[in-house]
């Protein structure tokens, strides 16, 4: 079994930083904010700090045995295991991917988290017979684990990613093979309550239909449609899409956490719930050319930016869950021409870097006891690494 941070205890999420982020996100906004000039100081003060965050990742995380994985925590726990789990590992991928758009050093990087990505690979299959990715390395590295259709969802947004920024056919084809996993997980018992949806994973202790399972889902379809022209996958985008807006939208506009086959909901209101459908909502708009999905993707973000950051919310959520929120947000910024989100992005990439790092390790501590999660890590990197990109990059963003 995996940790899923999503269905945990939260603890030290840095709650005492909220008071001062008011105090200073009005001036990181603005020199955001400046002309060209400035623009280029600050994306390569965001580069310089992304570098930084990776660095210290690879620092303490790093392991020596030639597999290229990392662990878990720094410091290590004395029941950890010896790799960390997908959907940490993922993330420490997209980091080097995010930071390998903008500087080229970090090619070989990539390419060894790449082929490390491939030790969680299950070629065999699941319990619906296609491939994907194991929650934990498979042998000789581990003995592998349950599937999670979210944790793959993820990697074959990344490889998307990667093919758009630069025609990577194999990572394409990856991206598709992970799709028919996913589409592989669609709930087809009609005696289930609200029937459909595609389960969070193929494990027998949880069959909960979550938002981050359907509506990534959403998203690299939508990708795939987009890039291969094939209708099929726009068809599944919209099943997924409908599924999760008929039964975990909020009517406050949000996106509750999950269903249960019970029909019970958690409506625990988690950020990336809230920027992937507002990505989802920007690919649906540039596959169709309909407006509505456009105001739609609006409405979200203005929703999610008044609950997290008007609000003072952001602290409250795991920083790995918000840089998948600001990233899906500048997603939308990419199309609307709308400063507000980048703003918020380095006030809070600024605010967590002031407040939540130590100098001295390079590393950020948002738990109680000190320690640091390889996925923390992860994203404060993916964070300054995407507030380094040009504007011209954002329309690849997840």
Known sequence: ??????????????????????????????????????????????????????????????????????????????DDKPYSYEWPFSQVHIAALDLAAVDPAYESELTACAKAQEHYWNAGGGTTGLPG??????????????????????????????????????????????????????????????????????????HDRNTVSNMPGAQLALRLHLITGESEYLDWARRFYD?????????????????????????????????VPVGVNVLLHRATRERVYLRRAERIAEAAYTYYVTQGRLFSQPVFFNSIFFKNLLLLESVSGDGRYHRAMTAYADQVWSTMRDPATGLVHFNSSGGTEAIQQAALAQLYAVLAWPRALWPTLY
């Not at 939260?10 to 400035?38: C, K, N, P, Q, Y």
């Not at 259709?149 to 194999?170: C, I």
């Not at 029909?263 to 920027?275: A, D, F, H, L, R």
């Open 133 to 206: 990715y194991d929650s934990y390395p498979r042998a000789p590295y581990g003995s592998g684990g349950d599937m999670f259709y979210d944790d793959n969802e993820w990697v074959g947004l990344a490889k998307v990613q990667r093919y758009l920024q630069t025609g990577d056919t194999a990572a394409l084809a990856r991206a598709k093979e992970i799709f028919a996993l996913v589409r592989s997980g669609w709930d087809t018992d009609p005696s289930h309550a609200a029937p459909g949806g595609v389960f969070w994973t193929q494990a027998t202790w949880s």
């Open 243 to 275: 599924w999760t807006n008929t039964h975990l939208l909020s009517p406050g506009g949000l996106y509750w956490d999950h269903l249960d086959l019970q029909g019970t909901i958690e409506k625990t209101v988690w950020s990336y719930n809230q920027g």
């Open 1 to 78: 079994m995996r940790r899923f941070p999503s269905r945990r205890t939260l603890v030290g999420s840095g709650l005492t930083a909220m008071a001062t982020m008011a105090a200073t996100s009005t001036a990181s906004a603005a020199a955001a904010d400046g002309g060209h000039a400035e623009d280029a100081e600050h994306r390569s003060r965001a580069l310089s700090r992304a570098r930084a965050a990776y660095t210290a990742l690879e620092r303490h995380f790093g392991t020596s045995d030639g597999s290229g994985l990392v662990r878990e925590q720094y410091p290590a726990a004395p």
